[in-house]
């Protein structure tokens, strides 16, 4: 098995769905075991019908092993609607007891013609760099 990368990238149906995550070392308190990542997305709509994203589905493991899901409407607050060749790009982070974890999921989509599809979030490392502090 490969190891994450801190970046990802997944196409469903048209839709590309990238990730980039860093390690927030003012907010983290490595001495209470809490580790603060933050997550850029991007999702792309390459195809040709409008797409709507309206829940999504994440599964994140620390580095013990232990798996925690987290499903919800929309992202960030929003449900957003995408034509063909637009973007919506978004924040957002997460907190782990370990300095290691992957996150990886799915955001549920809908077209304008009724059809839905679940577009994958590709596994993407959660890591705190190495210092040689």
Do not use: C, K
Not at 17 to 23: A, E, L, T
Not at 104 to 115: E, L, S
Request: no cysteine; net charge negative; hydrophobic share 35%.
């Amino acid at each position: 098995m490969s190891t994450p990368a801190t970046r990802s990238s997944a196409t469903t149906d048209g839709v590309l769905v990238q990730v980039q995550s860093r390690f927030l070392e003012d907010q983290s308190q490595p001495a209470l075991r809490r580790f603060v990542f933050a997550y850029e997305i991007t999702i792309t709509n390459n195809g040709s019908e409008v797409v709507q994203l309206r829940s999504r589905h994440w599964v994140i493991t620390d580095g013990l092993g232990q798996v925690e899901e987290v499903e919800g409407p929309g992202v960030v607050g929003e449900q957003p609607v995408l034509s063909p060749g637009e973007s919506f790009r978004y924040a957002s982070g997460a907190v782990l007891p370990t300095p290691r974890g992957t996150m990886r999921g799915t955001y549920h989509m809908h077209r304008a013609d009724g059809a839905s599809f679940e577009a994958e979030i590709a596994e993407f490392l959660l890591e705190r760099p190495y210092s040689l502090n």
